[in-house]
């Protein structure tokens, strides 16, 4: 059957599903709801001493479209009927040639595309240096070796965004039998720029670029949007539909175009991946999502961005919150903290692959020219409140930011953003403003005898970059699954570990963006980064010492200097 885009087949198909009354003698064990309906009955909750925690009518009707692969339902990974068509649809909608329904987050969509293009042990994979978690558990399970890009740090804000194009070319260069360049676009704060240069430089080296848009779903559904990564020249892209769309939590997709990905193979790392018993609703939730992008067009964003647009008028009338922009004037800059780039040859390693140049040397025109309309990212431009202070005040006025940092709060405005919200924001900040006006004025008459603070100093558990002096790509880093072995390891005090190899992964959370991996040479730049985090009370996993007073390292090859 060829379906049309106001068509959502697979929530129809549950719909049938629950209006036909059928018996269910499958799985799921809760039949429907029925095991429930039992206890909503006063009299059997007063026999068992039952408190008033029951589900709600929202949740035993949920349940009723709660299916599994059954007659008219579809398989998820073999799909040749409604979850077939919902994910051709998809296609259609976001510009792929073929789009994979996850039910595991963009996580799962992560892992399947590096499991595909490391198609063999020791494959080499130029990934961006600040990525997810996901990331680098993907290659733990393909035992890959990656070789980390450093991304543009915007001089005006001090965060991360994306590798430069420079820096991307270095690193194909150096290293042409990489298997694929995995890049992030856009980052938590909604920065980005044109990755149609980058995807060029992949294509003429024969690589596919991956990119992980999770923070991305909407992007070139509206002229006020930035372009897709698709749009661009991406050959996998992983979307959370569920992040600034309007499917479920976990709901995501995988998009796929061109010939330079194996689609066999990705579609048996998918099945790998993801569960064998894949929630219905997630999927529904999924095809409604885009349903509801794919009928509407770009009045899907109209209701919301009017109300980003009054939330911005109105900050003005605020002059103490200061909104993150791209300035492209400051993109033709250095930040003012770097030092001068030593030298300017390139040398060459043992390997007598070339260096790459010092970080601070890479051109910087490319790094941030697009923001995300709908992340307003803030700050107290007085320097009273920090991130987490003031996103503490704003949940006081029942004002929840998606995260906060040491100096930004995220404020994340969707499609389903109101006016009424932006209005409710307005009034908590200017209370805010009006409740630290004391600590403001003290702020301003000490201001003349302070000194000013540093940009070394801003802490962000978010932008886990080291220094100017860092090359611009790593040397190939190993990724395994086999556990490294107690006693090979030692723990060393954190001041004493530059030069020895980590045992374990470091990870400022959230968002889970490794700061160290395991296996990687501890530079003196890490050591004083994690110390400066550490101090400042920034949460880390995967420490054996959960205070950062040590960190463990790998026992074998001596120290280097």
Request: net charge negative; glycine share 8%; hydrophobic share 40%.
């Amino acid at each position: 059957m060829k379906y049309k885009p106001y068509h959502a087949p697979l929530y129809e198909a549950l719909l049938h599903y629950q209006e036909s009354g059928n018996r269910s003698f499958h799985v799921p064990g809760h039949k429907n709801g029925q095991a429930y309906r039992g206890w909503m009955n006063p009299e059997n909750r007063k026999q068992h001493g039952s408190s008033d925690v029951m589900p709600m009518a929202a949740f035993l009707d949920m349940m009723q479209i709660d299916v599994t692969e059954i007659t008219g339902t579809d398989d998820l990974h073999h799909p040749e009927g409604v979850i077939l068509g919902a994910q051709q649809l998809a296609a259609d909608c976001f510009g792929a040639e073929e789009s994979f329904f996850l039910v595991g987050g963009s996580t799962a969509g992560n892992l399947a595309m590096l499991l595909t293009v490391c198609d063999e042990p020791n494959s080499i994979v130029l990934v961006q240096r600040n990525v997810h978690k996901s990331v680098i558990h993907g290659l733990m399970l393909a035992g890959a070796r990656a070789v980390f890009l450093e991304p543009h740090v915007d001089p005006s804000s001090g965060l991360a965004v994306m590798p430069s194009v420079e820096t991307v070319g270095a690193a194909v260069q150096a290293y042409p039998e990489a298997k694929g360049v995995l890049v992030t676009l856009p980052n938590y704060y909604g920065m980005g720029a044109d990755l149609t240069p980058i995807a060029d430089i992949c294509h003429a080296a024969g690589m596919p670029l991956l990119v992980d848009e999770a923070h991305g779903a909407h992007y070139g559904q509206h002229p006020e949007l930035p372009a897709s990564a698709l749009s661009c020249g991406a050959d996998g892209v992983v979307q959370s539909t569920h992040k600034m769309l309007s499917a479920f939590t976990m709901g995501a997709m995988l998009h796929i175009q061109g010939p330079l990905l194996n689609r066999s193979l990705l579609r048996q790392r998918l099945a790998m991946v993801q569960s064998s018993s894949p929630s219905y609703p997630v999927m529904a939730s999924l095809d409604l999502a885009r349903r509801l992008l794919h009928v509407q067009g770009a009045d899907t964003f109209t209701a919301g961005l009017a109300a980003v647009d009054a939330f911005k008028r109105g900050l003005a009338e605020l002059p103490r919150f200061q909104l993150l922009q791209p300035v492209q004037a400051l993109q033709q800059e250095q930040p003012a903290e770097a030092e001068p780039a030593a030298g300017g040859n390139r040398a060459a390693d043992a390997s007598g692959r070339p260096t790459a140049p010092p970080a601070a040397a890479m051109p910087s025109a490319a790094g941030y020219t697009a923001q995300d309309p709908f992340k307003a990212v803030i700050y107290d431009g007085a320097g009273v409140l920090s991130g987490y202070g003031l996103q503490q005040q704003l949940e006081a006025y029942g004002c929840v930011p998606e995260m906060s940092d040491e100096r930004y709060v995220v404020l994340l405005f969707s499609l389903g953003s109101t006016r009424s919200d932006a209005e409710h924001l307005l009034q908590a900040l200017e209370r805010i403003s009006q409740a630290n006006e004391n600590e403001l004025r003290q702020s301003l008459n000490e201001r003349p005898t302070q000194a000013p603070k540093k940009a070394v100093h801003y802490i962000s558990t978010w932008n886990n970059l080291l220094d100017a002096s860092v090359k611009s790509f790593s040397e190939p880093i190993s990724f395994s699954l086999q556990p490294i072995s107690e006693k090979d390891t030692a723990e060393v005090e954190l001041e004493d570990c530059a030069g020895y190899r980590s045992a374990e992964m470091i990870i400022p959370y959230p968002p889970g963006i490794p700061i160290l991996y395991a296996g990687e040479r501890i530079s003196p730049a890490t050591v004083k980064r994690i110390k400066l985090l550490r101090d400042e009370g920034a949460r880390f996993h995967g420490a054996a010492d959960g205070t950062l007073r040590s960190l463990k390292i790998m026992k074998e090859g001596e120290k280097l200097s």
